[in-house]
């Protein structure tokens, strides 16, 4: 099984839709939880943290289930601008290094 | 707000050459990190080094591959002898203070991408 999986799309979406993906994680003894954003060829770029209690960050909404090992990410409204790959990220502990999920790719069209 | 940065951003270098790509972190953190990704392949952590020592390291960081930081600022990336393999973007990334297991995010530099002919 894979440390991290995600779906990798693609998700093609209207402007204005809502859209939701979802991550699994192997790991039960994974500490900290992470979206990231990665444009075409571009470095990640930290999106939010996901906490237990579920948190928002104006159009994104992030869910943890440590019971399923389950992560989720919830975009309204869509943007062109939020066009890009979208990486669950956790961390394994030790001195934290990342493990990437492979991704999924949104494209939002006019 | 303080970045990460990497130089170069793009490397070409023959095959069995050495190369070395550098970062700066950025200035008051104290954890530093090299991840790998390989063209539409997912990101790949190399190695991390905490108070100038490897604190872990990935099976891919073979003895081709050492970092060291060699004054205050910088932090480098050596592969001895090139492989056409290693043929990728490097990604440098560092988190501040918090302890070991800190829930800080890693800040990453905007990469250097790496070709080997």
């Known amino acids: 099984r894979k440390e991290v999986e995600q779906d990798p799309g693609p998700f093609n979406v209207p402007e204005g839709a809502t859209v939701a993906f979802n991550c699994t994680y192997s790991?039960?003894?994974?500490?900290?939880f992470f979206w990231y954003r990665q444009d075409c060829r571009k470095e990640p770029k930290l999106l939010m943290s996901v906490y237990s209690s579920g948190n928002e960050d104006g159009r994104f909404t992030a869910q943890l289930n440590r019971a399923s090992q389950y992560i989720s990410l919830l975009i309204r409204d869509s943007k062109l601008s939020d066009s890009a790959t979208y990486l669950c990220?956790?961390?394994?502990?030790?001195?934290?290094?990342?493990?990437f999920g492979a991704g999924t790719r949104l494209a939002v069209h006019p | 707000e303080p970045e990460v940065t990497q130089t170069p951003s793009h490397q070409v270098t023959q095959m069995g050459q050495e190369v070395i790509l550098r970062c700066v972190p950025i200035?008051?953190?104290?954890?530093f990190y090299w991840y790998r990704q390989i063209l539409g392949q997912k990101v790949e952590f190399l190695v991390s080094?905490?108070?100038?020592?490897?604190?872990?390291k990935s099976e891919i960081f073979d003895d081709q591959f050492s970092v060291e930081r060699p004054d205050g600022s910088n932090f480098t990336l050596k592969i001895r002898s090139t492989k056409l393999e290693d043929s990728a973007m490097y990604f440098c990334?560092?988190?501040?203070?918090?302890?070991?297991?800190?829930?800080?995010?890693?800040?990453f530099g905007d990469g250097t991408r790496l070709s080997i002919l």
């Open positions: 990334a560092s988190r501040g203070t918090g302890g070991r297991h800190s829930n800080q995010p890693q800040h």
């Open positions: 990220v956790v961390h394994s502990g030790g001195y934290n290094k990342l493990i």
């Open positions: 080094f905490y108070n100038n020592e490897i604190s872990e």
């Open positions: 790991n039960s003894a994974s500490q900290s």
């Open positions: 200035s008051n953190h104290l954890y």
